[in-house]
């Protein structure tokens, strides 16, 4: 059991900058592919960016890219999502989620992920 609790989120204006984090509970972080996906006002769930187990892979969306950056750090158990620029389209709850996959290579794009955490509202202001 994984257990994802995500920081970081707020209002801020657009250009602006914020930093998510989602800590993990449990000593097996390093067995995750993580993944961040939000969920817009009147929208459904996507996917935002993944990483894979140890970092070496990354995708992102491509509303985000060159804009987000997803990091890692699994001696703390904890994955961070860097957003600059960020655009009143960016407004929506942001997830974290974790993937358990036997891949060090793999990231996961669909919504199958194991665990999830409860969310983060970011709000972004015209």
């Known amino acids: 059991q994984v257990q994802l609790v995500e920081s970081g989120g707020g209002l801020v204006q657009a250009g602006g900058s914020l930093r998510l984090s989602c800590a993990a509970s449990?000593?097996?972080?390093?067995?995750?592919?993580m993944g961040w996906f939000r969920q817009g006002p009147g929208k459904e769930r996507e996917f935002v960016t993944g990483?894979?187990?140890?970092?070496?892979?990354?995708y992102y969306t491509d509303a985000v890219k060159g804009r987000f950056t997803i990091s890692r750090d699994n001696a703390k158990n904890t994955v961070y999502l860097q957003m600059n620029s960020l655009k009143p389209e960016d407004t929506a709850v942001y997830y974290c989620?974790?993937?358990?996959?036997?891949?060090?290579?793999?990231?996961?794009?669909?919504?199958?992920?194991?665990?999830w955490g409860q969310g983060t509202q970011v709000t972004v202001s015209s």
């Open positions: 449990g000593r097996t972080f390093s067995s995750y592919a």
């Open positions: 990483i894979s187990r140890i970092g070496g892979n990354t």
């Open positions: 989620a974790a993937d358990r996959n036997p891949s060090i290579v793999a990231v996961r794009r669909d919504p199958l992920y194991d665990y």
